[in-house]
């Protein structure tokens, strides 16, 4: 894999690295505060993976209409996003728990959605979060079919309409994820990156293969057989659950880095900045004030906070926010915040309107 380095030349940004670790150790220090989950999470676990298959369990169990299973599918959707926003996703980062196996496990409430936990360690811990908004390197902004997310993207004429029909392709993230995982696993094991992590191609393919079974087995299988739902119907429920879930997590994560702000760069050997002063270069806060946004998509609407310190859990991002923002604005690094969700929206909406120009 081609070897990217950060080499910060302004001595202003290494002080700044310097004195935000300090101050945020320091919040947990001497309040006594540990930087993984709390009670709270505890509880939010439990709930988000009860969304997801406490109606999957009702659609199994218990004679319903169309109507009902449709509101059944629909709930299990937020119920995707939210295991994986809120659970798996701090579960990966190390963040959930001190004891390596608890993160383990709860990294595994991936493979309930239809994934897969040594991708998204590659994707999303390695290349995306050490290579953030850097074209050919971080897959967040490669192009997505017909919609451009990158300057570097060759333009085309559809472009121009891309801020219209992009949300439709949004929702077929999930679903995509679900049959692609094969040929990312295959391209990060040219990349070096499996033999990286002591893995095998061989061995990784086959137990996706057979974890992808097992899933398609419970979520397409039970209900053929337990229920009297046709074939089509389960396929059309099984699709609905899914466009839900990518819909949510598309216009969560495009609005952390894919809007007004948030800098691109190309891939270079060396990237003339500091690895922390970089995250906040191409990285956005969204929404800070709104508690319930905060719970449901797992502090990621604090991904400034997220991006500096993956490995603290997320129901702390709320605290150590204005410790970032404060020292940012001391030593004159850019702090990107969108006040609201529909500000970022419509940040977003508007930068797929400049890049399709």
Known sequence: MESIR???TEVREKEFTGVLRKRVNDYFRLNHISQKADAGMVI?????LL??????????TVPMSNWAALACVVVMGFGIAGVGMGVMHDATHGALSRRQWVNDIFSGTLYLLGSNVSNWKIQHNVLHHTYTNIQGMDEDIDAKGPIRLSESTPKRKYHRFQYIYAFIFYGLMTLTILF????????????????????TLGAELTRMAFRKIIYLVTVLG??????????GQVLLGFFIMHWVASIILSFVFQMAHVVEGASQFQASPVIISDWHVHQLKTTSDFGRSNRFLTWYVGGLNYQIEHHLFPNICHVHYKKIAPIVQQTALEFG???????TFRAAMASHIQLLKDLGK
């Not at 939010?44 to 988000?48: D, P, S």
């Open 333 to 339: 690094i850019p702090y990107n915040l969108k006040p």
């Open 51 to 60: 969304v997801y298959l406490l109606p999957f369990a009702l659609l199994l």
């Open 44 to 48: 939010k676990t439990i709930v988000m």
């Open 222 to 231: 039970l209900p053929l057989w337990l229920t009297s739902f046709s074939i």
């Open 6 to 8: 950060f080499a910060g």
């Open 180 to 199: 692609n995982d094969f040929f990312r696993i295959i391209k990060y094991n040219r990349m070096g990156l499996l033999t990286a992590q002591q893995k």
